[in-house]
């Protein structure tokens, strides 16, 4: 009896100590084989139901009036877009449109005291003119209401299926010249879609706006997809796939499908992570015995280990400048948040509150690390800061995984669980607005989010 007693708690303790490592993996059964590595396009469209759960916060009143369709078509209403993109933020107070008194499309027709009457203190107005053989002409302003001037406006001329990444441009341009910072709505997100029940599960490695419209498929397969990363120019994907019964770290151009495999060692390979240039990877490997932080150079094809340790260290993050990489680590007995200068050196512990930190990510600015957290009340979304070298918990549910952060830095996307199915949701950096994200197939895990959007 004592020695089955001791046995069983030998066990706990070991599984307790991988657990941070495995944790994404021991939901999926690993068996089958990868069906299609190129980029095939899903059904665009409402994909997404999106729940807003908002503090006491106070965002600028601004009302966005929908824009006139003028010569026929099926132009899709950029003002729905930039409603919801704004909404999101939750640095706006969205004035509903049963209060308004009139409907301007452009700047010599508003009457200010319609808007100052329901205290809207910004107005977006605007058109959309059908020019013929699917060209569009888009055309927005931004209007201080108060001040009776324009704030902003531009002049697009796209096709009909860019009208809606247009909107997102315009959400960011009013987002900048409101708040003073850039907006981050023409961007992308990359998730895991698991369809289906574990054996006969399918995963889809999938890219898509960042309000989860009009996904695309990258890859597709019956094994497990963990830990997309995007590169700094936003046009690949660095994930890890199972599709071999074996982690593999790979490197996937989003747009074209191509892709090579950069790790296929002996052991765990996986949590890759991209230098700021985009000419490094930082992974997690265990080919020499345990799993160590390694930095890859994409042109030398050359590994260097950068940590030494018999506790497991993992989940690589690089801080802005390049200069230091955050990583979990088992070496203080739980699952804590260190860094150590990339070009190696001792490693610093920087977390310290809770029994659980880990999953780091940079904000963009260097100064706070998103981690998930666990402070005794479950796995939340916590963010670390350079300053007060706390944790602070910016979530409520209790299991939450994956944080990334908007490229602007104002958001956090992560994984959760909501009526027993896994979800998106995402929180601002002060914890007052919280979003989940529901999509109506399958069940997602695994978000990243893009930097700035730099292809039209």
């Not at 030998?10 to 190129?38: N, P």
């Not at 071999?244 to 490197?251: D, G, N, P």
């Not at 990583?327 to 260190?338: E, L, W």
Request: hydrophobic share 35%.
């Amino acid at each position: 009896m004592n020695t089955l007693t001791f046995s069983i708690l030998d066990l706990t303790q070991m599984i307790s100590k991988l657990f941070f490592e495995f944790y994404r993996i021991v939901r999926v059964v690993i068996g089958g084989a990868v069906l299609s590595t190129c980029l095939l396009v899903s059904p665009a469209g409402a994909v997404v139901t999106i729940e807003v759960n908002k503090g006491e916060v106070a965002g600028i009143p601004i009302a966005i009036v929908p824009f006139s369709i003028e010569g026929g078509g099926s132009a899709s209403q950029p003002a729905d877009v930039i409603q919801t993109d704004l909404g999101l933020s939750g640095r706006f107070e969205l004035i509903s449109k049963d209060n308004y008194i009139s409907s301007p499309h452009d700047l010599e027709s508003v009457q200010y005291k319609d808007w100052r009457l329901i205290k809207a203190e910004a107005l977006v107005v605007g058109k959309v003119i059908n020019l013929g053989n699917d060209q569009y002409e888009i055309r927005f302003r931004l209007i201080d209401v108060f001040r009776e001037k324009q704030l902003a406006g531009q002049k697009f001329v796209i096709s009909s299926k860019k009208i809606r990444k247009v909107s997102h441009q315009i959400s960011d341009a009013i987002y900048r010249q409101l708040t003073g910072k850039p907006g981050a709505f023409d961007t992308k997100i990359a998730y895991v879609e698991v369809k289906g029940q574990i054996p006969n599960a399918r995963y889809l490695l999938q890219v898509a706006d960042s309000d989860g419209y009009d996904p695309k498929i990258v890859l597709e397969s019956s094994q497990p997809i963990l830990s997309p990363a995007w590169s700094p120019d936003g046009s690949r994907l660095a994930y890890v796939s199972f599709e071999k019964k074996r982690s593999m770290v790979f490197i996937q151009n989003v747009w074209t499908g191509e892709r090579a495999g950069v790790a296929e060692y002996e052991g765990i390979n996986s949590a890759p992570a991209w230098s700021p240039d985009g000419k490094k990877l930082a992974l997690t490997l265990s080919k020499d015995g345990n799993p160590e932080i390694y930095i890859y150079d994409l042109a030398s094809d050359q590994l260097a280990r950068l940590t030494k340790h018999t506790a497991i260290d993992t989940e690589p993050a690089w801080s802005p400048d390049g200069k230091m990489i955050a990583f979990t680590s088992g070496r203080s007995g739980a699952p804590q948040i260190y860094r150590v200068p990339s070009i190696g050196g001792a490693p610093q512990r920087l977390t310290f509150n809770g029994v659980y930190n880990a999953g780091p990510d940079y904000s963009p600015d260097g100064e706070s690390i998103v981690v998930i957290t666990n402070q005794g009340n479950g796995y939340k979304v916590g963010l670390y800061s350079r300053n007060d070298r706390t944790v602070r918990e910016l979530t409520r549910s209790k299991q939450d995984e994956s944080p990334t952060f908007s490229p602007n830095g104002d958001m956090i996307m992560y994984a959760t669980k909501k009526g027993g199915q896994n979800v998106l949701a995402a929180v601002s950096v002060d914890g007052q607005i919280q979003q989940t994200l529901q999509f109506q197939k399958g069940s997602v895990r695994e978000p990243a989010w893009s930097p700035f959007n730099r292809r039209l």
